[in-house]
């Protein structure tokens, strides 16, 4: 499968277009959203510690109300959320899920 449908090389683009994403997403929420790390297609959201465990809020509340809307993230229980969707998603699906990330934290900007 990997190379019929030149996963590798698909991935790889993909990766850049996640990654573009992430960053343009973190630049319109710089009080809440730290830095964007990862490369290809896992990434980690980092959140802003301004506070005693704030950024571990931020997480929780975010990785959560993903969790509702159908969109898997991993909170590691510290101020960041890991990102790593499946080589084959579709590009749509990916941004999709990114719009859902990005409605979350519209609705959360002014708590924080």
């Keep these: 499968y990997m190379e019929n449908e030149n996963l590798i090389q ?61 969109v898997f993230v991993v909170h590691t229980g510290r101020e960041s959320i890991k990102l790593g969707p499946p080589l084959i998603i579709s590009e749509e699906a990916l941004n999709e899920s990114l719009d859902v990330i990005e409605d979350i934290l519209k609705e959360i900007n002014n708590e924080y």
């Design 10 to 70: 698909r991935s790889k683009k993909i990766g850049e277009k996640f990654h573009f994403r992430l960053n343009e997403i973190q630049k319109k929420f710089p009080k809440i959203l730290y830095r964007i790390e990862g490369k290809g297609m896992i990434a980690a959201m980092i959140f802003n510690q301004d506070n005693v465990n704030i950024g571990s809020e931020i997480a929780s509340k975010i990785s959560w109300e993903c969790f509702k809307r159908g």
